[in-house]
């Protein structure tokens, strides 16, 4: 079960991160704040949703390195950095690694929710299209060894005669093969079992 969409938000700064904290929580969010980057690290699990609100610069471990740490773990949580000025060549640094967005400081209030509102509704539609595709994956590796081959024969196209021809059976038995490949799939066209399983391959690269 998906974690409740939570705002991770990171910041040495107390004052700062304090007042951010109201501030959304102010307008319905969950907020879980941390003042090193070490202790988020220390709490992480694949399972957090929502999005973070992370400091560039801390002492100890930056925010760069945290989202090294991160993104060695796999995390697809969004990362919004904040940065000051002279930290623009960072955070954009940061973006080719993985995060979604940056703000300036000073920054405007309304300009932060913007993002991270962005941020989150983008986590809920990742998380819920890797549901799918770990659905998908579930659903393949259910398939017999035969039923794999006549289903990758399907998807190329090719005519019930020809694949108990390729594969040395009766054309009886791929009929029985394709409609078990159908029902176990959950799909009543080809069109859609071509789909799914290129969802599924697209996961793995």
């Given at each position: 079960?998906?974690?409740?969409?939570?705002?991770?938000?990171?910041?040495?700064?107390?004052?700062?991160?304090?007042?951010?904290?109201?501030?959304?929580?102010?307008?319905?969010?969950?907020?879980?704040?941390?003042?090193?980057?070490?202790?988020?690290?220390?709490?992480?699990?694949?399972?957090?949703?929502?999005?973070?609100?992370?400091?560039?610069?801390?002492?100890?471990?930056?925010?760069?390195?945290?989202?090294?740490?991160?993104?060695?773990?796999?995390?697809?949580?969004?990362?919004?950095?904040?940065?000051?000025?002279?930290?623009?060549?960072?955070?954009?640094?940061?973006?080719?690694?993985?995060?979604?967005?940056?703000?300036?400081?000073?920054?405007?209030?309304?300009?932060?929710?913007?993002?991270?509102?962005?941020?989150?509704?983008?986590?809920?539609?990742?998380?819920?299209?890797?549901?799918?595709?770990?659905?998908?994956?579930?659903?393949?590796?259910?398939?017999?060894?035969?039923?794999?081959?006549?289903?990758?024969?399907?998807?190329?196209?090719?005519?019930n005669k020809v694949i108990a021809y390729?594969?040395?059976?009766?054309?009886?038995?791929?009929?029985?093969?394709?409609?078990?490949?159908?029902?176990?799939?959950?799909?009543?066209?080809?069109?859609?079992?071509?789909?799914?399983?290129?969802?599924?391959?697209?996961?793995?690269?």
């Open positions: 079960m998906t974690a409740e969409a939570t705002v991770y938000l990171v910041e040495d700064d107390d004052a700062v991160r304090d007042s951010l904290q109201m501030v959304l929580e102010s307008v319905g969010h969950k907020v879980a704040s941390y003042s090193r980057a070490d202790a988020f690290l220390e709490d992480y699990s694949v399972d957090m949703a929502g999005c973070m609100v992370l400091d560039i610069r801390m002492p100890g471990m930056n925010g760069m390195e945290l989202q090294r740490q991160l993104n060695a773990r796999n995390s697809i949580l969004p990362i919004i950095f904040v940065t000051g000025h002279g930290d623009v060549p960072m955070a954009v640094d940061a973006m080719q690694r993985g995060a979604v967005d940056f703000v300036q400081k000073p920054y405007r209030e309304e300009e932060l929710l913007g993002k991270i509102q962005q941020a989150i509704t983008a986590d809920i539609e990742n998380r819920a299209d890797l549901e799918e595709k770990h659905k998908i994956r579930a659903k393949l590796a259910d398939l017999t060894p035969r039923e794999t081959q006549v289903m990758e024969l399907m998807i190329e196209g090719k005519a390729d594969l040395d059976i009766s054309q009886r038995t791929v009929e029985i093969h394709r409609a078990r490949v159908m029902e176990k799939m959950g799909v009543r066209s080809l069109a859609h079992l071509v789909r799914m399983v290129m969802a599924a391959e697209e996961s793995n690269s």
